[in-house]
């Protein structure tokens, strides 16, 4: 059963509104290269959009019926936004969940050294990298510097078009035979991902004995100082993400594709978001979650395996006078959910690494999968076929594009998504999401027709479901 392009349906309103909401993506993806950044972001969505601090409820004694809506942020990287419904909530929820965390490579706590006359900062991968991506390109430093005092430092450097940028070296051609000849994952070792990030030494008198002994690596630390205020003792307490430099930028010459980084898993995230805020009167409470260390296991205070969404839940319960813990279980037991992340999308180059009847296609729409997994679905949430029929049912009422896929041939590989942990309440969760190109690479595909299908595809989930 081969599903159209979704393309070839639209109206030219339809490619005005299009194009409206991926300028907003493209704007999100360019300045939110972090997860902390992509909370902040979404904490802005919400308020603008009249949610309120759920601290500020809880501290207010706040009574909350229909229509209130509230945000919580756990840590300041995952966010939950909840639009109360006229249903009670002991009936369940439909939710959308997305992640904002995407590989990239973290700096190391002791990180900065100095060889060969250059300044270097050393790194530890995050999320499955080829290592091999990661050299000789532009790259920016993005995070945050916790001091002692209690003080946060914002970093953000090279993404501005007046910034200076960074870059990872690659050993010359010329020298290669040797590397050539190994095997892809061990051609770059991810060791020696070292941020080559100074190449002047400070001024010093060759008499002096008290001369620093690594004259550019302290050129690098006198400018941090004099810049941020930060020693290089406060790089023990700080999380600098090291992520493509640029912004995301239109692709082909229709203009048809966003090549941009983070689309894993970003590109499911704000068109939930954005969804959950332009649906304002629900019958069902819609929530959505946007979680963060989705790419390393969802593990941690900030993974979606940490207690943050049923304990906001009930929170959110008590507030509205449903405290008692069995309704709680009832209406996680009763919810509803699509559980967001980027499908694999077909790539002609690699055909052979898909079976085309069940392969997401690049602008036919928003992806299912009915389960994920590797070799016999193992790690995978497998979706009740009843509870498919239901979402085929709301995807086609709305006329929304939608494709079914596996993440490629059996036996090929695979991989596993947020899903099998909201489906340990009982509550029915489907995999679902935009189909990109060279997922976890430095620059990764999306088609602007699935960004525009799954945010209507989200819509009429938190209408309908
Ligand atoms: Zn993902």
């Not at 509870?387 to 590989?413: H, K, P, S």
Request: charged content about 25%; proline content about 3%.
């Amino acid at each position: 059963m081969e599903r159209p392009c979704a393309w070839k349906k639209y109206t030219p309103q339809q490619i005005e509104e299009l194009e409206e909401l991926c300028r907003g993506y493209k704007k999100f993806l360019s300045e939110n290269k972090t997860e902390r950044l992509c909370v902040k972001a979404g904490i802005k969505m919400a308020e603008e959009a009249g949610y309120v601090d759920l601290e500020t409820a809880i501290a207010e004694g706040r009574e909350l019926k229909a229509g209130d809506k509230v945000y919580a942020a756990n840590h300041g990287k995952d966010l939950m936004l909840v639009n109360l419904g006229t249903a009670p909530l002991e009936q369940g929820f439909n939710i959308l969940g997305a992640h904002v965390d995407s590989p990239r490579l973290d700096l190391k706590q002791n990180p900065a050294f100095e060889a060969g006359d250059m300044a270097y900062l050393d790194t530890h991968y995050y999320g499955g990298v080829k290592s091999y991506h990661w050299v000789a390109s532009p790259l920016a430093l993005v995070g945050v510097i916790c001091k002692k005092d209690g003080t946060t430092v914002d970093i953000n450097i090279g993404d501005k078009a007046d910034d200076p940028v960074f870059t990872i070296s690659d050993l010359l051609i010329h020298l290669s035979s040797e590397q050539m000849s190994k095997p892809a994952k061990d051609a770059v070792d991810a060791e020696i991902l070292d941020v080559i990030v100074g190449g002047r030494p400070v001024k010093f008198d060759e008499d002096d004995k008290d001369a620093p002994k690594e004259p550019v690596k302290q050129m690098f630390l006198d400018i941090l100082k004099e810049q941020y205020d930060v020693e290089e003792e406060d790089f023990l307490s700080a999380e600098i993400e090291v992520v493509p430099a640029g912004p995301a930028r239109d692709m082909g010459l229709d203009r048809s594709m966003i090549l941009g980084y983070g689309h894993d898993d970003r590109v499911c995230a704000y068109p939930s978001m954005l969804a959950q805020i332009n649906v304002a009167d629900v019958e069902r409470t819609s929530i959505t979650l946007i979680v963060d260390k989705e790419e390393i296991g969802s593990v941690g205070a900030t993974g979606m395996t940490s207690r943050f969404f049923e304990n906001t839940v009930a929170e959110i319960m008590t507030l509205a006078g449903e405290s008692s813990p069995l309704a709680l279980r009832r209406a996680l037991a009763r919810s509803r959910m699509l559980s967001s992340d980027v499908s694999a999308g077909f790539d002609p180059g690699y055909a052979g690494k898909f079976e085309t009847k069940n392969a997401a296609f690049m602008g036919r729409g928003l992806c299912f999968n009915k389960y994920t997994g590797s070799r016999g679905k193992g790690g995978s949430n497998d979706a009740d076929a009843e509870y498919v029929a239901l979402v085929r049912d709301i995807m086609d009422e709305a006329g929304v594009d939608f494709q079914t896929c596996e993440l490629g041939r059996v036996n090929a590989g695979g991989g596993g998504t947020i899903a099998y942990i909201m489906a340990e309440y009982g509550m029915n969760v489907i995999d679902s999401g935009v189909a990109v190109l060279s997922m976890h690479a430095l620059w990764e595909v999306a088609n602007k027709a699935d960004i525009y299908e799954a945010y209507r595809g989200y819509k009429a989930f938190i209408e309908r479901a």
